[in-house]
Nanobody, 125 residues
């Protein structure tokens, strides 16, 4: 059973940084992609960034390019993906979700099969 657990959210001021983590267990796909999505109050969930596990190829939403960086790490039992968020803006305020899909990169929400519970990021102006 795939499980995703996010952590690292919090309250920061505009211009500051946060690092989110997502620990995935139970992955049995031959190849897979892990992604981050976010959902602000009253808005639809949107794609932020994704990374393929095999070769660390990445895909970023235009709104976060140059400010956010995704990278991964793996030990024997778990896969961990990090989202380094710099130069945060109030419009980055949202619940951030980690998700995983089989095979390659995608920004399409419906292609992701498993989701974490989310972590709140709040950026004050």
């Amino acid at each position: 059973q795939v499980q995703l657990v996010e952590s690292g959210g919090g309250l920061v001021q505009a211009g500051e940084s946060l690092r989110l983590s997502c620990v995935a267990s139970g992955l049995t796909f031959g190849t897979y992609t892990m992604g981050w999505f976010r959902q602000a109050p009253g808005k639809e969930r949107e794609f932020v960034v994704a990374i393929t596990w095999s070769d660390a190829s990445t895909l970023y939403a235009d709104s976060v390019k140059g400010r956010f960086t995704i990278f991964r790490d793996r030990d024997y039992a778990e896969a961990t993906v990090y989202l380094q968020m710099n130069s945060l803006k109030p419009e980055d305020t949202a619940v951030y979700y980690c998700a995983v899909k089989a095979r390659g990169l995608s920004s399409l929400l419906f292609e992701y099969d498993h989701w974490g519970q989310g972590t709140q990021v709040t950026v004050s102006s």
